[in-house]
């Protein structure tokens, strides 16, 4: 158990649908990161949020947003679904005090049917 | 300048063979080198990581391997194993604004044949 976890670890869907995917990341960091992993691809950096705050943005379609709540937990919300945006969505935290990388989390698979 | 460039793409390495890994960045305000080790699945997970002022780091049979005035460094997997099956990538980071932002190269998938 890395310490980040999420929820939930499988989503079916259909197209046009919205989810929402969740995050708490491990105790104690502050920084929050989704990255997305389709099939035999990358990862593909979303959005970063630092205490409540976002911080940088990456690939996000304008049809995802995401927020970190104040006891830094984070949703992402994936609206309009399309069959190409299944794929794994990773949560990822940071601590502000040690720059050893990021704590991923098991991931979300989403399938859109 | 942000990119984190990663090869091979896939690699097939007989059990007791060395497994490498290479990766190469343009970026120098990068201070920090991880790589992770993803099953399928699951989640990356640090593997190892290095900073640019040390020229090789080892833990156990994995080794990084950095080269600063080249701009490249290398993961070297020693007397490879079955286990060792799984995708590796490279990351490059840097401290920005009280957080560390992580630029990930492309992976690499190893297979270890028995």
């Known amino acids: 158990d890395s310490g980040v976890t999420q929820t939930p670890k499988h989503l079916i869907t259909a197209t046009g649908q919205r989810v929402t995917l969740r995050c708490s990341p491990r105790s104690g960091d502050l920084s929050v990161y989704w990255y997305q992993q389709s099939l035999d691809q990358g990862l593909q950096f979303l959005i970063q949020y630092y205490n409540g705050e976002e911080r940088a943005k990456g690939n996000i379609l304008e049809r995802f947003s995401a927020q970190q709540f104040p006891d830094l937990h984070s949703e992402l919300n994936l609206s309009s679904l399309e069959l190409g945006d299944s794929a794994l969505y990773f949560c990822?935290?940071?601590?502000?005090?040690?720059?050893?990388?990021?704590?991923f989390g098991s991931g979300t698979r989403l399938t859109v049917v | 300048q942000q990119q984190v460039k990663q090869s091979p793409q896939s690699l097939i390495v007989q059990k007791g063979g060395i497994s490498i890994i290479n990766c190469a960045y343009e970026?120098?305000?990068?201070?920090?080198f991880p790589w992770y080790q993803q099953f399928p699945g699951k989640g990356p997970a640090l593997l190892i990581a290095i900073r640019p002022d040390v020229s090789e780091k080892k833990e156990g049979r994995f080794t990084i391997s950095f080269n600063k005035s080249a701009k490249q460094f290398s993961l070297h997997i020693m007397d490879s194993q079955p286990g060792d099956s799984a995708t590796y990538f490279c990351a490059a980071s840097r401290r920005m604004d009280s957080s560390y932002k992580l630029i990930f190269g492309s992976g690499t998938r190893l297979l270890v044949r028995p």
């Open positions: 970026n120098t305000a990068f201070d920090y």
């Open positions: 990822a935290s940071s601590t502000t005090t040690a720059n050893y990388g990021y704590t």
